[in-house]
């Protein structure tokens, strides 16, 4: 079993930076593939970015393409979305999540493909 916590959210203004973070504890965090999704007020979840266990493989949503960069940092548990170009419809709360597999360079793009989430984070972009 695995905790996460993410971090790093906040206001920024059309164009500026963020870098959220996705700390995990329990053990073997290699072990997880992680995914990171997003939630606007009124809007459905979005899938946002996404990387496997041995960080070989990434995705990204079409909309976050050349703004958005996801790496990982297994002795350090954590997973960091590289946020940057930030625009008014960015603004959401953002969530890390995680499941265990034992493919090393499989990732996971649907919400109910993982097992443990996070609370979220706030990112709000002003314009």
């Known amino acids: 079993q695995v905790q996460l916590v993410e971090s790093g959210g906040g206001l920024v203004q059309t164009g500026g930076s963020l870098r959220l973070s996705c700390v995990a504890s329990?053990?073997?965090?290699?072990?997880?593939?992680i995914g990171w999704f997003r939630q606007a007020p009124g809007k459905e979840r979005e899938r946002v970015s996404a990387?496997?266990?041995?960080?070989?493989?990434?995705y990204y949503t079409n909309s976050v393409k050349g703004r958005f960069s996801i790496s990982r940092d297994n002795a350090k548990n954590t997973v960091y979305l590289q946020m940057n170009s930030l625009k008014p419809e960015d603004t959401a709360v953002y969530y890390c999540s995680a499941r265990a597999t034992p493919s090393e360079t499989n990732f996971f793009l649907r919400g109910y493909d993982y097992d443990y989430w996070g609370q979220g984070t706030q990112v709000t972009v002003s314009s």
């Open positions: 990387i496997s266990r041995n960080a070989g493989n990434t």
């Open positions: 329990g053990r073997a965090f290699n072990m997880y593939a």
